[in-house]
């Protein structure tokens, strides 16, 4: 981290354009859903958004809140993950496999030195600090099997003050032994994790079986019991992202009618519950996510990086019944920290499915479709009244080529859309959290600590 936090409790007005949603671009003409102000404001204080619009109506409302102008940047709500693994950090862009051989090659051997506190606390550090320079404030997130992986990501989640949903990950069979727990130490050790962490400073908890081929049906019981012993917090799993993986799955759970079917038969589907993937569903199985509540994070860099196939998002979201989509970087089986990336791969693979994604929809799975996915979209998602104080300011003039490219944009969809698929951590010069700035561009370059985090090498080169 760059800077010592500052009260959250200061008033305080950014001045610059402004983008929020006034509605659903999958709901009403997607032009329509953003309000957008040339001129515009916020006022933050307490951690929460006062006020938002035109700014002299903002500076006239709190004559006396010091404003900090931006000028022409953009001001909007920070960017929310609602799928991604902090322990994979370090294995980021991995050669080669699909993903169960990546697992097994990649993943688990790193999830392993996650028994150490120590490295944890220092992974969760370069994981958050990448988030903030991403403009990531909000992320859904996987730990490993050891509770201690946990505490030191809630712990760097809190130091700066920031909204975070994490879990123990849940593995009781199919896995290393050194990465196993049992149906019983997983129950209690989560149990213990959510009276520690969860509704402490902003943090939430996530139940978090790894996927079904690694957990026995005792597991995904506990699972189901925790969860409704603890209704207020988040569940979090994989679900059919590869061809391999779903026969695995068949075959382990002969009698389930397809693999949701596996979760639902332990009652871990319904609000509340984010399914990473969901790219080769059954019918049935997208029945069950347009009317159960349970939402699903759309990992497009992940999909395309591991080759698992192409989400059909038009199916899931443009349509009468729609399920519950968020977007997600799924690093490190994704390949970027970026959600520019992350939608400019959602555009990718909408064109390869026939289809165009509209950039309001793109900003909007990427903010508040993500916050809904996690029952947050009251609190976190967008830049409005009554909303906690999570924004970016993002330089619409990051690098040449854009600023060639939005000199000739005839809208601010259009200049939207040019940042999602040009744009990277360059154009974040400011991420605030609970009305706090946490990353600030000009004053990481003056210190000179781009990118040089001190961590301890695998040796296997
Ligand atoms: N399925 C089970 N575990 C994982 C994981 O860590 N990453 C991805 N992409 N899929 C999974
Ligand atoms: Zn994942």
Redesign the pocket.
């Known amino acids: 981290m760059n800077n010592p936090i500052p009260s959250t409790t200061d008033g305080q007005i950014l001045r610059g354009q402004t983008l929020s949603f006034r509605d659903d671009p999958f709901v009403c003409e997607p032009d329509n859903a953003i309000d957008h102000h040339t001129d515009g404001a916020v006022w933050m204080e307490d951690g929460m958004v006062r006020m938002v619009g035109a700014a002299s109506d903002v500076i006239a409302a709190a004559p006396d809140v010091p404003v900090h102008n931006y000028g022409d940047a953009l001001i909007m709500a920070g960017f929310v993950d609602c799928h991604a ?1 902090f322990p ?1 950090t370090a294995i980021i862009a991995s050669y080669g496999e699909q ?1 169960l051989d990546w ?1 097994n090659k990649y ?1 688990f051997p790193e999830e392993q030195r996650f028994v150490d506190s120590g490295y944890a606390r220092t992974q969760a550090d370069v994981f958050l600090d990448e988030c903030l320079r991403n403009g990531t404030t909000t992320s859904s997130v ?1 730990c490993t099997v050891h509770p201690q992986s946990v505490d030191s990501f809630f712990e760097a989640s809190s130091a700066r003050g920031l909204r975070m949903a994490a879990g123990k990950v849940l593995m009781d069979r199919n896995s290393p032994a050194a990465l196993s727990d049992t149906a019983n130490s997983g129950y209690d050790q989560s149990r213990d994790l959510i009276e520690r962490w969860h509704g402490r400073d902003r943090n939430i908890y996530a139940i978090t079986p ?2 079904a081929p ?1 957990s026995t049906p005792e597991q995904l019981d506990a699972a189901g019991t925790l969860w409704r012993e603890h209704p207020d917090v988040l569940m979090q799993t ?1 679900t059919s ?1 590869n061809a391999s ?1 779903i026969a695995w799955v068949k075959n382990l759970f002969p009698h389930a009618p397809d693999y949701m079917g596996v979760y639902e038969s332990f009652g871990l589907v319904g609000p509340g519950a984010i399914f ?2 969901a790219i080769h569903l059954s019918e049935r199985e997208r029945e069950l996510f347009r009317d159960s509540g349970a939402a699903i994070a759309h ?1 497009p860099t ?1 999909n395309l990086f ?1 080759g ?1 196939g192409l989400f059909d998002m038009q199916d899931m979201r443009d349509c009468e019944r729609p399920a519950t989509v968020g977007l997600a970087t ?1 690093v490190s ?2 390949s970027s920290f970026s959600m520019f990336a992350t939608m400019r791969s959602a555009y990718e693979i909408a064109q390869l499915r026939g289809y165009s994604l509209h950039p309001a929809r793109a900003y909007y799975l990427a903010t508040l479709g993500s916050a809904a996915t996690m029952r947050l979209d009251d609190k976190i998602g967008n830049l409005a009244t009554g909303f906690e104080a999570d924004l970016i300011v993002l330089d619409l003039n990051s690098r040449p080529l854009i600023t060639q490219r939005v000199q000739n944009a005839d809208s601010i969809i259009d200049v939207l859309f040019a940042q999602m698929i040009l744009a990277d951590d360059r154009a974040v010069l400011a991420t605030y959290a609970g009305g706090a700035k946490v990353y600030d561009r000009i004053a990481e370059q003056q210190a000179g600590q781009t990118s040089r985090p001190e961590i301890q090498s695998a040796s296997h080169l």
């Open positions: 693994h994979q993903l697992l993943t996987y790894r996927f690694t994989h992202e993986e990473g993937h990992c992940s591991i698992s799924d089986g994704g």
